[in-house]
């Protein structure tokens, strides 16, 4: 049997400051792929769309965890950042709003980002 190279992970998060540790192992999970080489597309949706502001990133804090700027700039250094266009209409944000090199995008580009080869996801 073949077995399938990764050389890609898209990891999407809905989990923001609700829910704390499920979002930080997301961003933890998308982190140590990108370090360990892989191209990284992370998606923030619903509540984790705010982690794309910088000032909202700053302060979110979960004890024992590494901050949230350091992952974000950690995905950066080997991948993408996306945010749910929805989400971010839903709350007002816009691409100015947004850190250096995230973007807002749609299902559409989730979804010919999942369907390539050589891609794995997760969704947290």
């Not at 399938?4 to 792929?33: F, M, N, Q, Y």
């Not at 990108?34 to 000032?55: C, F, I, K, Y």
């Not at 749910?84 to 980002?113: D, P």
């Amino acid at each position: 049997m073949c077995r399938r190279v990764i050389r890609a992970l898209v990891v999407k998060t809905t989990a923001g400051a609700d829910d704390p540790e499920r979002c930080s192992a997301a961003l933890t999970v998308a982190a140590t792929a990108a370090a360990s080489g892989l191209t990284v597309s992370l998606w923030l949706s619903g509540e984790a769309a705010w982690l794309a502001v910088p000032e909202r990133a700053a302060v979110f804090a979960l004890p024992y965890s590494q901050p949230v700027p350091d992952l974000l700039a950690a995905v950066l250094e080997n991948g993408s950042i996306s945010v749910c266009s929805q989400c971010a209409k839903r709350r007002g944000l816009e691409g100015g709003h947004l850190m250096a090199r995230a973007r807002i995008a749609g299902a559409a580009t989730f979804v010919a980002e999942v369907s390539e080869r050589d891609v794995r996801a997760l969704v947290y």
